[in-house]
């Protein structure tokens, strides 16, 4: 078994670096404060079930491989690009808290699984983490198992603290208006925090 220190530092980068605002985050709090926590548990699921893709992926190594592919990275930025514009777009035109939402307005589970394999910040984050811990010396099965399980952990907790976020946010604008204004500025948050996991 790894030192207790070892998993707690781990514990800690992974909630800092998995857990700051990207896109999938973002998102999360948005569509939580647009449509409300129900409603979004089929994204939040694609999102976890995704970003544990993107593990599995590092973990693995592919993640060069893949990457090393003329076209690919464009393309897949691309993708993920449209999609958080399409997003955005459903966030702020999705009506203020005081009205109810249809379920089926909400981002769906393959709309989550699109943006976590598709976003830039999960794999330079997980990467980060995953590469910079070591657990268990001398045996890199155990290690790997090890570290999946935490940063599996992380991914469902982070995740889901920024949907209860985004919700509690909506729960404090009741009035149509500051409605409307709070979707607005969590789809131009998302934007922009994209933009930015591009860039850097």
């Known amino acids: 078994m790894p030192p ?4 707690i530092a781990m514990l800690v980068a992974a909630v800092l670096l998995m857990g700051s605002p990207g896109p999938a985050t973002m998102s999360l709090a948005a569509s939580g404060a647009a449509f409300g926590i129900r409603p979004v548990v089929p994204y939040l ?19 060069g491989l893949v990457l090393s592919v003329p076209g690919v990275t464009p393309m ?16 702020a035109t999705a009506p203020p808290p005081t009205q109810a939402a249809h379920d089926d307005e909400a981002p769906s589970i393959f709309g989550g699984l699109l943006l976590a394999i598709a976003n830039p910040k999960a794999y330079a984050a997980i990467g980060a983490v995953y590469s910079s811990s070591v657990l268990v010396d001398g045996r890199p099965l155990e290690d790997a198992v090890i570290k999946v399980a935490v ?50």
């Open 151 to 200: 940063l599996s952990f992380v991914i469902v907790a982070a995740n889901s603290v920024w949907l209860l976020f985004g919700a509690g946010l909506a729960g404090l604008l009741r009035r149509p208006k500051a409605g409307r204004v709070l979707n607005i500025v969590f789809a131009g948050l998302l934007i922009a925090s994209f933009a930015l996991s591009v860039l850097l």
């Open 4 to 7: 207790i220190s070892a998993v």
């Open 76 to 91: 897949i930025v691309a993708v993920a690009g449209a999609y958080i514009l399409y997003l955005a777009w459903k966030i």
């Open 45 to 63: 699921c694609g999102i976890c079930i995704g970003t544990a893709g993107v593990l599995l992926i590092v973990s693995t190594g592919v993640t």
